[in-house]
């Protein structure tokens, strides 16, 4: 039986905006965090110890990240190599060039001969001798169209028939790669794709226009006694036989991964069973507080007791609230400020929303049968900012309903646009008919 930690989609570096200045380490907070989470994945491989831990991709946000981010990260692997643990580190999409090609923030390892780590950066199947026996393990990274698509035998084709094409030739190389695989070795699959039966989350849109769907029928082959994904940011299990799992992203990256566990997968591998146990970190917490004031007789109050509701200690902290424009010199933001000073982070974003409604005049019930003509006339009865345009609109309004092409608007009116006032009565009309 052989051991395993199995973790994905680190991105760090990521998320700086929602985090600040450590003034006793120089460094961002939110950094500081996803080196945390990965220090406690690489601090239970050593402590078990596993047999070997796969990372199923997107170690950066990019392929080129700072040099400081890219210290961060090497630190924690080196560990395992220098235990003699060994690590295959996936290229996901996160860590190619925009063209696709290679895998720059990894194949660093590769080139100064890290010992006892793997790069995969193409399909291939790597033979790896641990300190429980051998096993085979299938790289499936990261596959854009960018290469069919500057091919002259591509020329013409639409994105479907793309997609139809890399997937018939996935089939093959994929086929290629089972049928030399020993069967009396455990056998796994680590691929960073988006398999069609998976539940997405802000990751679909990040890889938009450069990745496919792959069924998941492909991979969920009998040969394989575990199959280990990337790319997709929350933990599931796709499938039984044979196990596939998704670990998810190990710290949350925005606000779209508020609700959702992360962690990483414990999972003990065979020919006849494979279990995984799904393992959580403590990572830093997501609030969102969101407050509709509109109705809000004090809205300051109203947005202060919502806060109070909410925990938000060492939180990163978003409140959403709306408010009428007369509403806005009634929110003290300094006193919300010092009711957020527990938060981690925090931003206010208000929403003004439009006072675009208008109340009912008790005389147009809806069980009035006024005429519209009738309608408008107790309605500029009750609007004294209208009252010099009162005669000219009822006397073009009645023109308009009779159809007439000639109105004769009294002398007082006769410096008035009539396209202008047809306009402000057929407004006011249609709101008075909608009251209705």
Avoid at 14 to 24: I, K, M, Q, T, V
Avoid at 72 to 99: E, K, M, W, Y
Avoid at 149 to 160: I, N, Y
Avoid at 318 to 346: G, K, N, P
Wanted: glycine share 6%; aromatic share 6%.
């Amino acid at each position: 039986m052989i051991t395993l930690l199995h973790l994905s989609d680190i991105h760090m570096g990521s998320g700086f905006a929602h985090g600040r200045l450590n003034p006793e380490t120089g460094l961002n907070t939110r950094l500081e965090d996803f080196i945390a989470a990965l220090t406690r994945c690489i601090d239970r491989a050593l402590a078990e110890p596993v047999d070997l831990v796969l990372f199923g991709g997107d170690a950066f946000p990019d392929a080129t990240p700072p040099p400081l981010v890219q210290q961060a990260l090497a630190r924690q692997f080196c560990r395992l190599s220098a235990a003699g643990i060994p690590t295959v580190l996936l290229v996901g999409n996160h860590d190619q060039h925009a063209q696709g090609l290679g895998g720059a923030s990894l194949s660093i390892y590769r080139t100064l001969g890290v010992p006892d780590v793997v790069v995969g950066d193409r399909l291939e199947t790597h033979r790896i001798d641990t300190r429980n026996g051998p096993v085979q393990v299938v790289t499936l990274p990261w596959l854009t169209k960018s290469t069919l698509l500057t091919r002259p035998e591509t020329e013409g084709f639409s994105m479907a028939q793309v997609n139809e094409l890399l997937l018939d030739r996935l089939r093959v190389a994929l086929e290629g790669e089972i049928r030399r695989l020993d069967p009396t070795i455990p056998a796994i699959l680590l691929a960073h794709a988006m398999v069609d039966t998976a539940t997405y989350g802000a990751e679909r849109f990040l890889a938009t226009g450069r990745g496919f769907n792959i069924p998941m029928a492909m991979l969920a082959r009998p040969c394989f006694d575990y199959v280990a994904l990337g790319h997709v940011h929350r933990y599931q299990v796709l499938c039984e036989q044979p196990l596939m799992i998704y670990p998810g992203s190990i710290e949350r990256v925005d606000f779209s991964e508020e609700a959702e566990a992360k962690g990483y997968l414990l999972v003990q591998v065979s020919k006849e069973n494979t279990q995984a146990e799904f393992c959580s970190l403590p990572v830093r917490p997501f609030k969102t507080i969101q407050v509709n004031l509109t109705e809000a007789e004090h809205p300051q109050s109203r947005l202060e007791q919502a806060i109070a509701k909410a925990d938000i200690t060492d939180a990163v902290v978003r409140c959403l609230y709306t408010l009428r424009t007369d509403q806005v010199d009634q929110v003290d933001q300094s006193a919300l400020e010092a009711i957020l000073a527990d938060a981690h982070t925090y931003t206010l974003q208000p929403e003004l929303k439009a006072q675009t409604n208008r109340s009912r005049l008790p005389e147009l019930g809806t069980d009035s049968t006024l005429d519209p003509l009738s309608a408008l006339g107790t309605y500029l009865a009750n609007r004294d900012d209208l009252s010099d345009l009162a005669e000219a609109m009822m006397t073009a309004a009645a023109a308009l309903i009779a159809d007439e092409t000639e109105v004769d608007l009294p002398p007082e009116t006769a410096d008035i646009d009539l396209d202008d006032l047809d306009s402000l009565v057929l407004e006011e009309t249609a709101h008075q008919l909608r009251l209705l």
